[in-house]
């Protein structure tokens, strides 16, 4: 099981930009990583994923504003949050799926206000 840990979280102001970083415990370079967040009263939703070639998804809602990277020699994944909006205040769990498996971080909170 890989085991993963995200930092970055905290306050910000609606406008501002965030980074946060998932560290995996061993190498990545084959799995699909992603982020997925869970916002107080609604339910999980899917922000990004990117695959072992790089190639990148992202949930309608933050198309344009978020931007999933990785570095397999770091074995770390990274979502860049632009433009953040009240709206995107919720938990972020990083997670890595492989084969018919998935992993789930603790989750770092982000909070979106003024």
């Known amino acids: 099981q890989v085991q993963l840990v995200e930092s970055g979280g905290g306050l910000v102001q609606p406008g501002g930009s965030l980074r946060l970083s998932c560290l995996a415990s061993r190498s990545i370079s084959t799995y699909v990583m992603g982020w997925d967040r869970q916002a107080p009263g609604k339910q999980r939703e899917l922000v990004a994923t990117v695959a072992h070639d790089g190639s990148t998804t992202y949930a309608d809602s933050v198309k344009g504003r978020f931007s999933i990277t990785r570095d397999n020699a770091k074995n770390t994944v990274y979502l860049q949050m632009n433009s953040l909006k009240p709206e995107d205040t919720a938990v972020y769990y990083c997670?890595?799926?492989?084969?018919?498996?998935?992993?789930w971080g603790q989750g770092t909170q982000v909070p979106v206000s003024s």
């Open positions: 997670i890595c799926t492989y084969g018919l498996a998935s992993s």
